[in-house]
């Protein structure tokens, strides 16, 4: 079992920026298949990038449309964790942030309703005003 642990949330103005962190102990993240979720006021939770990389790999990674060019997900294989670079930030970026992770082979395709990650850190809050 992996455990999650979130940081680097706040409140910034629009067009700021910030870098979350997701933290993994219990286990190598390198088995898992690593996402940032979202969850703003009123709304379902949603996908924003996964990673995925095995022993000899780079990494394979994807971003959702909403935040491509802005977001970038990373990993530090050595520290065990995982990152959120969020740039150009603007009020409807406003959420808790999540960092989940499922034990697989590669990604899943789909991140929808949070399926099928298994594991969840308590979550960050992002507050970005205009």
């Known amino acids: 079992q992996v455990q999650l642990v979130e940081s680097g949330g706040g409140s910034v103005q629009a067009g700021g920026a910030l870098r979350l962190s997701c933290v993994a102990s219990?286990?190598?993240?390198?088995?898992?298949?690593m996402a940032w979720f979202r969850q703003g006021p009123g709304k379902e939770r949603e996908g924003l990038a996964t990673f995925y990389r095995s022993s000899g790999f780079k990494g394979v990674l994807s971003h959702a449309d909403s935040v491509k060019g802005r977001f970038t997900i990373s990993q530090d294989k050595i520290k065990n964790t995982l990152y959120l670079q969020m740039n150009s930030l603007g009020p409807e970026d406003t959420a808790m942030y999540y960092c989940a992770a499922v034990e697989a082979q590669s990604c899943p395709s789909s991140t929808e309703g949070g399926e099928p990650y298994t594991y969840w850190g308590q979550g960050t809050q992002v507050t970005v005003s205009s």
């Open positions: 219990g286990d190598n993240i390198r088995r898992y298949c």
